[in-house]
Protein backbone atom coordinates (compact mmCIF):
# COMPACT_ATOMS: atom_id res chain seq x y z
CA UNK A 1 0.00 0.00 0.00
CA UNK A 2 1.23 3.74 -0.78
CA UNK A 3 4.18 2.12 -2.80
CA UNK A 4 3.36 1.56 -6.27
CA UNK A 5 6.80 2.46 -7.74
CA UNK A 6 8.40 -0.01 -5.72
CA UNK A 7 6.18 -2.76 -6.93
CA UNK A 8 6.31 -2.29 -10.44
CA UNK A 9 10.30 -1.71 -10.02
CA UNK A 10 9.31 -5.43 -8.10
CA UNK A 11 7.37 -6.98 -10.28
CA UNK A 12 8.40 -5.73 -13.69
CA UNK A 13 11.86 -6.44 -13.99
CA UNK A 14 11.93 -9.63 -11.81
CA UNK A 15 9.12 -11.39 -14.38
CA UNK A 16 11.29 -9.87 -17.89
CA UNK A 17 14.63 -11.37 -16.39
CA UNK A 18 12.78 -14.77 -15.31
CA UNK A 19 11.04 -15.29 -19.20
CA UNK A 20 14.80 -14.25 -20.80
CA UNK A 21 16.67 -17.04 -18.45
CA UNK A 22 13.88 -19.77 -18.83
CA UNK A 23 12.19 -18.91 -22.31
CA UNK A 24 14.21 -15.84 -24.78
CA UNK A 25 17.88 -16.31 -23.75
CA UNK A 26 18.60 -15.77 -27.19
CA UNK A 27 17.51 -11.92 -26.77
CA UNK A 28 20.02 -11.58 -23.28
CA UNK A 29 22.65 -10.57 -25.52
CA UNK A 30 20.50 -7.03 -26.07
CA UNK A 31 20.09 -6.36 -21.79
CA UNK A 32 24.44 -7.12 -21.75
CA UNK A 33 25.70 -4.19 -19.80
CA UNK A 34 28.90 -4.42 -22.17
CA UNK A 35 30.96 -1.35 -21.82
CA UNK A 36 33.53 -2.24 -24.98
CA UNK A 37 30.29 -1.49 -27.35
CA UNK A 38 29.28 1.78 -25.47
CA UNK A 39 32.87 3.35 -26.20
CA UNK A 40 34.25 1.87 -29.53
CA UNK A 41 30.24 1.26 -31.55
CA UNK A 42 28.75 3.90 -29.69
CA UNK A 43 26.20 1.67 -28.54
CA UNK A 44 24.58 4.17 -25.89
CA UNK A 45 20.93 1.99 -25.93
CA UNK A 46 23.34 0.06 -23.63
CA UNK A 47 23.13 2.46 -20.82
CA UNK A 48 19.21 1.91 -20.49
CA UNK A 49 18.79 -1.94 -21.32
CA UNK A 50 21.57 -3.08 -19.54
CA UNK A 51 21.55 -1.12 -16.13
CA UNK A 52 17.43 -1.88 -16.39
CA UNK A 53 17.32 -5.70 -15.73
CA UNK A 54 19.24 -8.24 -14.38
CA UNK A 55 20.39 -11.51 -16.35
CA UNK A 56 21.68 -13.35 -13.51
CA UNK A 57 18.33 -14.39 -11.21
CA UNK A 58 20.43 -14.39 -7.75
CA UNK A 59 20.94 -10.73 -8.09
CA UNK A 60 17.00 -10.20 -9.42
CA UNK A 61 16.36 -11.85 -6.25
CA UNK A 62 18.73 -9.88 -3.84
CA UNK A 63 17.89 -6.76 -5.35
CA UNK A 64 13.85 -7.65 -5.29
CA UNK A 65 14.37 -7.97 -1.53
CA UNK A 66 15.92 -5.04 -1.36
CA UNK A 67 13.49 -2.83 -3.12
CA UNK A 68 11.02 -4.26 -0.78
CA UNK A 69 12.20 -3.11 2.19
CA UNK A 70 13.11 0.14 0.50
CA UNK A 71 9.53 0.67 0.27
CA UNK A 72 9.53 2.61 2.90
CA UNK A 73 11.13 5.88 1.58
CA UNK A 74 8.54 5.88 -1.07
CA UNK A 75 5.95 5.89 1.43
CA UNK A 76 7.65 8.56 3.22
CA UNK A 77 8.81 11.07 0.49
CA UNK A 78 6.15 10.02 -1.74
CA UNK A 79 5.96 8.25 -5.38
CA UNK A 80 7.61 11.44 -7.47
CA UNK A 81 10.14 12.07 -4.83
CA UNK A 82 11.09 8.45 -4.62
CA UNK A 83 11.79 8.25 -8.63
CA UNK A 84 13.44 11.64 -8.58
CA UNK A 85 15.93 9.93 -6.00
CA UNK A 86 15.86 6.96 -8.67
CA UNK A 87 16.32 8.69 -11.73
CA UNK A 88 19.14 10.87 -10.38
CA UNK A 89 21.14 8.12 -9.26
CA UNK A 90 20.50 5.41 -12.06
CA UNK A 91 22.13 8.62 -14.35
CA UNK A 92 25.08 9.47 -11.70
CA UNK A 93 25.88 6.11 -11.53
CA UNK A 94 26.13 5.17 -15.31
CA UNK A 95 28.63 8.21 -15.11
CA UNK A 96 30.67 7.00 -12.09
CA UNK A 97 30.66 3.55 -13.47
CA UNK A 98 32.39 4.63 -16.53
CA UNK A 99 34.68 6.56 -14.80
CA UNK A 100 35.71 4.14 -12.53
CA UNK A 101 36.50 1.59 -14.43
CA UNK A 102 38.81 3.97 -16.67
CA UNK A 103 40.48 4.35 -13.09
CA UNK A 104 40.53 0.76 -12.62
CA UNK A 105 42.39 0.24 -15.65
CA UNK A 106 44.51 3.35 -15.19
CA UNK A 107 45.44 2.74 -11.56
CA UNK A 108 45.66 -1.14 -11.29
CA UNK A 109 45.78 -2.22 -15.42
CA UNK A 110 42.40 -4.11 -15.32
CA UNK A 111 40.67 -4.44 -18.34
CA UNK A 112 36.55 -4.37 -17.73
CA UNK A 113 34.94 -5.39 -20.70
CA UNK A 114 31.36 -5.42 -19.13
CA UNK A 115 29.80 -5.37 -15.94
CA UNK A 116 26.59 -6.96 -14.20
CA UNK A 117 23.35 -5.78 -15.33
CA UNK A 118 20.35 -4.91 -13.92
CA UNK A 119 18.62 -1.85 -11.71
CA UNK A 120 21.63 -2.42 -8.96
CA UNK A 121 23.53 1.64 -9.04
CA UNK A 122 20.10 2.68 -7.77
CA UNK A 123 19.42 -0.26 -5.16
CA UNK A 124 23.13 0.54 -3.47
CA UNK A 125 22.14 3.99 -3.85
CA UNK A 126 19.49 3.94 -1.81
CA UNK A 127 21.48 2.08 1.05
CA UNK A 128 22.86 6.09 2.02
CA UNK A 129 19.41 7.17 3.13
CA UNK A 130 18.75 3.69 4.89
CA UNK A 131 21.80 4.27 6.71
CA UNK A 132 21.34 7.94 7.82
CA UNK A 133 17.78 8.27 8.12
CA UNK A 134 16.11 4.86 9.22
CA UNK A 135 16.97 4.55 12.77
CA UNK A 136 18.59 2.01 14.67
CA UNK A 137 17.01 -0.55 16.90
CA UNK A 138 18.54 -3.62 18.77
CA UNK A 139 16.43 -6.80 18.34
CA UNK A 140 19.31 -9.08 20.39
CA UNK A 141 22.41 -9.48 20.55
CA UNK A 142 24.82 -12.99 19.78
CA UNK A 143 26.93 -14.34 22.08
CA UNK A 144 26.57 -11.00 24.08
CA UNK A 145 28.65 -9.16 22.35
CA UNK A 146 27.20 -8.84 18.12
CA UNK A 147 23.73 -6.88 18.34
CA UNK A 148 21.37 -7.57 16.01
CA UNK A 149 18.53 -4.92 14.79
CA UNK A 150 15.93 -4.24 12.49
CA UNK A 151 18.71 -2.80 9.69
CA UNK A 152 21.06 -6.54 9.86
CA UNK A 153 19.17 -8.30 7.76
CA UNK A 154 19.38 -5.60 4.61
CA UNK A 155 23.10 -5.24 5.15
CA UNK A 156 23.48 -9.17 4.62
CA UNK A 157 21.71 -8.97 1.46
CA UNK A 158 23.40 -6.28 0.09
CA UNK A 159 26.77 -8.03 1.07
CA UNK A 160 24.86 -11.20 -0.38
CA UNK A 161 24.54 -9.03 -3.38
CA UNK A 162 28.04 -7.34 -3.91
CA UNK A 163 29.59 -10.89 -3.84
CA UNK A 164 27.32 -11.99 -6.48
CA UNK A 165 29.36 -11.08 -9.24
CA UNK A 166 33.26 -10.14 -9.75
CA UNK A 167 32.91 -6.55 -11.04
CA UNK A 168 29.65 -5.78 -9.24
CA UNK A 169 32.10 -3.47 -6.47
CA UNK A 170 32.10 -0.72 -9.30
CA UNK A 171 28.29 -0.41 -9.39
CA UNK A 172 28.00 -0.88 -5.81
CA UNK A 173 30.99 2.09 -4.98
CA UNK A 174 29.14 3.98 -8.26
CA UNK A 175 25.80 3.42 -6.67
CA UNK A 176 27.47 4.66 -3.18
CA UNK A 177 28.81 7.36 -4.23
CA UNK A 178 25.33 8.99 -6.35
CA UNK A 179 23.54 8.28 -3.19
CA UNK A 180 25.74 10.41 -1.15
CA UNK A 181 25.61 13.41 -4.23
CA UNK A 182 22.25 13.45 -4.49
CA UNK A 183 21.08 12.64 -1.08
CA UNK A 184 23.87 15.32 0.35
CA UNK A 185 22.51 18.18 -2.39
CA UNK A 186 25.97 18.50 -3.79
CA UNK A 187 26.23 20.68 -6.53
CA UNK A 188 21.94 20.78 -6.52
CA UNK A 189 21.66 17.75 -8.05
CA UNK A 190 18.43 17.12 -6.94
CA UNK A 191 16.86 20.20 -8.34
CA UNK A 192 18.72 19.24 -11.47
CA UNK A 193 17.85 15.16 -11.89
CA UNK A 194 14.33 14.96 -10.64
CA UNK A 195 11.10 13.87 -12.07
CA UNK A 196 8.83 16.51 -13.69
CA UNK A 197 5.23 17.01 -12.48
CA UNK A 198 3.77 16.23 -15.61
CA UNK A 199 5.57 12.97 -15.75
CA UNK A 200 4.57 12.36 -12.28
CA UNK A 201 1.10 12.92 -12.88
CA UNK A 202 0.95 10.98 -16.33
CA UNK A 203 2.05 7.98 -14.59
CA UNK A 204 0.02 8.55 -12.03
CA UNK A 205 -2.82 8.46 -14.14
CA UNK A 206 -2.03 5.69 -16.35
CA UNK A 207 0.10 3.03 -14.13
CA UNK A 208 -0.53 4.22 -10.35
CA UNK A 209 -4.17 2.23 -10.81
CA UNK A 210 -2.60 -1.06 -12.22
CA UNK A 211 0.85 -1.47 -9.31
CA UNK A 212 -1.29 0.57 -6.86
CA UNK A 213 -2.83 -1.88 -4.15
CA UNK A 214 -6.72 -1.42 -2.37
CA UNK A 215 -6.03 -0.07 1.24
CA UNK A 216 -7.18 -2.70 3.37
CA UNK A 217 -10.94 -1.72 5.12
CA UNK A 218 -11.13 -4.14 7.67
CA UNK A 219 -9.09 -2.27 9.89
CA UNK A 220 -8.81 0.93 11.80
CA UNK A 221 -6.36 3.18 10.11
CA UNK A 222 -3.37 3.85 12.16
CA UNK A 223 -0.27 6.56 11.66
CA UNK A 224 2.15 5.50 9.43
CA UNK A 225 5.51 4.23 11.48
CA UNK A 226 9.38 5.44 10.55
CA UNK A 227 10.08 1.88 9.91
CA UNK A 228 8.61 -1.39 8.74
CA UNK A 229 9.18 -3.04 12.43
CA UNK A 230 7.17 0.32 13.69
CA UNK A 231 4.59 -0.29 11.18
CA UNK A 232 4.37 -4.16 12.40
CA UNK A 233 4.03 -3.00 15.80
CA UNK A 234 1.30 -0.76 15.61
CA UNK A 235 -0.60 -3.71 13.71
CA UNK A 236 0.01 -6.05 16.49
CA UNK A 237 -0.73 -3.30 18.71
CA UNK A 238 -3.80 -2.94 17.34
CA UNK A 239 -4.94 -6.24 16.50
CA UNK A 240 -4.08 -6.69 20.54
CA UNK A 241 -6.56 -4.09 21.02
CA UNK A 242 -9.06 -5.71 18.88
CA UNK A 243 -9.05 -9.27 20.43
CA UNK A 244 -9.35 -8.02 23.99
CA UNK A 245 -12.46 -5.45 22.95
CA UNK A 246 -14.08 -8.67 21.44
CA UNK A 247 -13.49 -10.85 24.24
CA UNK A 248 -15.03 -7.95 26.72
CA UNK A 249 -18.29 -8.03 24.93
CA UNK A 250 -18.58 -11.47 24.40
CA UNK A 251 -17.46 -11.81 28.05
CA UNK A 252 -20.41 -9.01 28.81
CA UNK A 253 -23.17 -11.07 26.56
CA UNK A 254 -22.31 -14.29 28.62
CA UNK A 255 -22.98 -12.08 31.87
CA UNK A 256 -26.26 -11.02 31.17
CA UNK A 257 -27.50 -14.55 29.78
CA UNK A 258 -26.42 -15.34 33.20
CA UNK A 259 -28.05 -12.74 35.05
CA UNK A 260 -24.97 -10.71 35.44
CA UNK A 261 -23.20 -13.62 37.65
CA UNK A 262 -20.27 -15.21 36.71
CA UNK A 263 -19.90 -19.03 37.39
CA UNK A 264 -16.77 -19.00 39.82
CA UNK A 265 -16.44 -23.05 39.76
CA UNK A 266 -15.55 -22.80 36.64
CA UNK A 267 -13.30 -20.31 37.09
CA UNK A 268 -11.17 -22.01 40.17
CA UNK A 269 -12.39 -25.21 40.61
CA UNK A 270 -9.49 -27.07 42.44
CA UNK A 271 -9.70 -23.76 44.93
CA UNK A 272 -13.67 -24.44 45.20
CA UNK A 273 -13.30 -28.39 45.59
CA UNK A 274 -10.45 -27.07 48.31
CA UNK A 275 -13.09 -25.04 50.09
CA UNK A 276 -15.84 -27.52 50.25
CA UNK A 277 -13.47 -29.95 51.21
CA UNK A 278 -12.68 -27.99 54.45
CA UNK A 279 -16.70 -27.66 55.10
CA UNK A 280 -18.00 -31.04 56.94
CA UNK A 281 -21.15 -31.25 58.33
CA UNK A 282 -20.69 -28.64 60.72
CA UNK A 283 -19.56 -24.49 60.02
CA UNK A 284 -15.76 -24.34 60.76
CA UNK A 285 -14.92 -21.97 63.77
CA UNK A 286 -13.31 -18.71 63.20
CA UNK A 287 -9.59 -19.91 63.59
CA UNK A 288 -9.88 -21.85 60.60
CA UNK A 289 -10.86 -19.99 58.62
CA UNK A 290 -8.12 -18.00 56.83
CA UNK A 291 -7.74 -14.25 56.96
CA UNK A 292 -9.12 -12.37 53.12
CA UNK A 293 -6.74 -11.69 50.71
CA UNK A 294 -5.67 -8.05 50.87
CA UNK A 295 -6.58 -6.66 46.95
CA UNK A 296 -5.11 -3.26 45.53
CA UNK A 297 -7.55 -0.63 44.79
CA UNK A 298 -5.81 0.10 41.80
CA UNK A 299 -5.76 -3.36 40.56
CA UNK A 300 -9.46 -3.04 41.20
CA UNK A 301 -9.52 0.30 39.61
CA UNK A 302 -8.15 -1.32 36.11
CA UNK A 303 -10.18 -4.21 36.29
CA UNK A 304 -13.35 -1.86 36.53
CA UNK A 305 -12.05 0.26 33.76
CA UNK A 306 -12.11 -2.88 31.40
CA UNK A 307 -15.99 -3.66 31.69
CA UNK A 308 -16.08 -5.92 34.93
CA UNK A 309 -18.10 -5.06 38.02
CA UNK A 310 -16.93 -4.57 41.53
CA UNK A 311 -17.70 -7.75 42.89
CA UNK A 312 -16.03 -9.93 39.99
CA UNK A 313 -13.00 -8.10 40.13
CA UNK A 314 -12.43 -8.12 44.09
CA UNK A 315 -13.44 -12.09 43.71
CA UNK A 316 -11.06 -12.77 40.88
CA UNK A 317 -8.36 -11.12 42.69
CA UNK A 318 -8.57 -12.83 45.69
CA UNK A 319 -9.04 -15.96 43.79
CA UNK A 320 -5.63 -15.23 42.05
CA UNK A 321 -3.59 -14.24 45.31
CA UNK A 322 -3.86 -10.92 43.88
CA UNK A 323 -2.32 -11.60 40.55
CA UNK A 324 -3.76 -8.97 38.01
CA UNK A 325 -2.94 -10.87 34.87
CA UNK A 326 -4.66 -14.28 36.34
CA UNK A 327 -7.27 -12.50 37.20
CA UNK A 328 -7.82 -10.57 33.99
CA UNK A 329 -7.10 -13.70 31.78
CA UNK A 330 -9.91 -15.57 33.95
CA UNK A 331 -12.60 -12.91 33.40
CA UNK A 332 -12.13 -12.43 29.99
CA UNK A 333 -12.39 -16.59 29.10
CA UNK A 334 -15.03 -16.82 31.41
Keep these: ??????????????????????????????????????????QIWRLVCGRAICLDLKDTFC??????????????????????????????????????????????????SSLPSGFLGPVFALFVPFYCSIPRVQVTQVLGHFSITNKTLVYILGLQLLTS??????????????????????????????????????FSWTLEPIFSSAEPTSEIRVGMGATVDIQRQQRMELLDRQIMMSQVAQMRRQRQQQGGMINWNRLFPPLRHRQNANYQDHR?????TPPPTEVSEEQVARLMEMGFSRGDALEALRASNNDLNVATNFLLQH
Design 165 to 202: GSYIWILALSGLISGICYNSSILKVHRILCVPSWVAKL
Design 284 to 288: PSDQD
Design 1 to 42: DKAPLSKSLLLVPSAISILLTLLFQHYQKFFAYNLQAIKENF
Design 63 to 112: SSLLIYNFRIFERRYGSRKFSSFLLGAWMLSALFDLLLVEIAQYVFGITI
